[in-house]
């Protein structure tokens, strides 16, 4: 049993699901194998969240950066994605998640998976329990291009009197995504990966080893639990002495 304190469970959790290839390569299977492997992980990420109670969870789905892998593997993902969506939206809805997506919608994004992505969200825009964002064709840096050309634009119109954190903020994919608490990777990689880089500026990041396809409810409350025994100082500072003093006063 992992210990999670129910009064600290972070708003916002935001996941680099990671090491699907991996995961695969070692029972001797193809990557793509791993993928598939995921769509429990993610599952189960998603009940584990409910009942911890967090109100926000993003998961990184597709980079921008991915379109650099084998043809094989991008046709794969892509669709892999849109049957996902297609099979397993009802559960969502039973569950009352509302599912949002992050990241470029233009090309080479397919035109009918752009479609299911709307209707994905159209259709569960009711739900209130949870928000379950959807990192596809996502970078943070070409967020914030965009956010940042919305922000020209709308000073150069005269709809924006000048321009400051809560300007771009408002410009940014989804401007009701509140800041990143916790960000977890997994498979053992420390680094950031071009996600959410505006969003998480004060998150606390918890990396495990567990490869995506293996993650759970457990891991996700022991990454919950290493959150809660963390300081958030957010640049500020208090003495607490802990030993005897240096010198007398
Ligand atoms: C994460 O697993 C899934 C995506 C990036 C789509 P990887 O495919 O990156 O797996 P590894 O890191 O190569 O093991
Ligand atoms: C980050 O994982 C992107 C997703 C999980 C979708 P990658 O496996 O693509 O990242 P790098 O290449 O190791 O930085
Ligand atoms: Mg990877």
Redesign the pocket.
Known sequence: MVEVDPSGVPRHVAI??????????RRGLR?NA??EA?EEALFRTVEGALALGIRDLTV????TE?WR?SPD?VRF?LEFNRSLLLRRVDELIDRDVRVRFIGRRGRPVPRRLVELIERTEDRTAHCRRMTLRIAFNYGARAELVDAARRTAEDLAAGRLRRIDERALAARLDDPRMPDVDLMIRT?G?QRVSNYLLWQAAYAELVFTDV??PDFDETELARCVAAYQARDRRYGGAEDRPVGPPDAPA
């Open positions: 680099i699901m990671d090491g699907n290839g991996r995961w695969a390569n990557r791993g993928h995921g990184y789905a597709f980079s991915n892998r593997e993902l498979s990689e490869l995506w």
